[in-house]
Structure formats: C-alpha cells, structure tokens
C-alpha cells in the first residue's frame, strides 16, 4: 500500500517561508524521483520540482532560487523549503512519487502516486 501524506500548508504574507513535508510509505527501489506539483488556475496540475536517486534536482523556471526540495531517507520524507513567497505560489501542493522521471518530470502523467495536497494561500 503506497501512501503519500503532505502537511505543512497554510495562509501567508508574500515574503514568508512555508516548508512542506510529505510522509511517504512507499518502499524505495533503486531508482526513483519523488516530486512536488501545485495546482494552478484553470485546473493545470505544475510542475514544482523534482529529486532523484542520485539526489539531483530540478525546478521550474519560476521557483528556482526561492524553493527547495530535500529528503530524508531514514524518515521517508519529501520537503520543500518555500522562500520569499509570492501571492502566484497559492495553490493545492501535491506530493507525487514514481520510479524514474528524467527529463519529463514536469509532466504530471509521469507520476505513479500521490498524495491529497495541502493548500498554500498567499496574499
């Protein structure tokens, strides 16, 4: 049973931080890349970033610099650090997790599971 918990959303100011945690009860393969979405306006499920096996990272192009994606093996956990946010980062965040993504991460088809979101509102 694969399970994906996130927590750690709330109501902001633009500027502060948020760091969002998911818990993952998913047994972890040689390969795998666990990620982040936000569901945007107009029902589009986006991108936010993405690790790999090998550690390596990858971010949309509007969140590079100011969020950060990390892990922790031993707790099965997914984090992502949210810095000097702005009022376009509101959005449900997802967790998602699949066995390899390469270089179409972005696209949400790729994920196998997912978790129910947490909301983030900015304002």
């Known amino acids: 049973q694969v399970q994906l918990v996130e927590s750690g959303g709330g109501s902001v100011q633009a500027g502060d931080s948020l760091r969002l945690s998911c818990e993952i009860s998913l047994y972890i393969y040689s390969s795998y890349c666990m990620g982040w979405f936000r569901q945007v306006p107009a029902n589009r499920r986006e991108g936010v970033g993405v690790i790999d096996t090998n550690g390596g990272k990858s971010y949309t192009d509007s969140v590079k610099g100011r969020f950060t994606i990390s892990e922790d093996n031993g707790k099965r956990a997914l984090y992502l650090e949210m810095d000097t946010l702005k009022p376009e980062d509101s959005g449900n965040y997802y967790c998602?997790?699949?066995?390899?993504?390469?270089?179409?991460?972005?696209?949400?088809?790729?994920?196998?599971?997912w978790g129910l979101g947490t909301q983030v509102t900015v304002s």
């Open positions: 998602a997790a699949t066995y390899a993504c390469g270089s179409s991460w972005s696209n949400s088809r790729v994920f196998t599971y």
